[in-house]
Nanobody, 118 residues
Framework: VQLQASGGGLVQAGGSLRLSCAAS????????MGWFRQAPGKEREFVGR????????YYADSVKGRFTISRDNAKNTVYLQMNSLKPEDTAVYYC????????????WGQGTLVTVSS
């Protein structure tokens, strides 16, 4: 599976942005798609994840209630809808995938930059 993230850009605080992660190759119901981000000078952090099969999601506390992950199985694409953006959301956002039973994400997209201005 190869991943292509897109949709990043510059947005004002309080605004919204939707990121996409297109997966090429076959995906399976027992795969998980995760979103991560890395701000300048900081470690990469987990944002949220979704199961391809049943659509169950899980979010980091820092984005809960503001970000929503969804998927379109027909398009092999996962979305990260980001609302009420804050300057601290500024980061390079990555999508990644793994088998649900594996501890580590083993396929990563190239990242897309989100900049939130105050």
């Amino acid at each position: 599976v190869q991943l292509q993230a897109s949709g990043g850009g510059l947005v004002q605080a309080g605004g919204s942005l939707r990121l996409s992660c297109a997966a090429s190759g076959r995906t399976f119901s027992n795969y998980v798609m995760g979103w991560f981000r890395q701000a300048p000078g900081k470690e990469r952090e987990f944002v949220g994840r979704i199961w391809w099969g049943n659509g169950i999601t899980y979010y980091a506390d820092s984005v809960k209630g503001r970000f929503t992950i969804s998927r379109d199985n027909a398009k092999n694409t996962v979305y990260l809808q980001m609302n009420s953006l804050k300057p601290e959301d500024t980061a390079v956002y990555y999508c990644a995938t793994k088998l649900g039973t594996c501890p580590q994400y083993d396929q990563w997209g190239q990242g897309t930059l989100v900049t939130v201005s105050s």
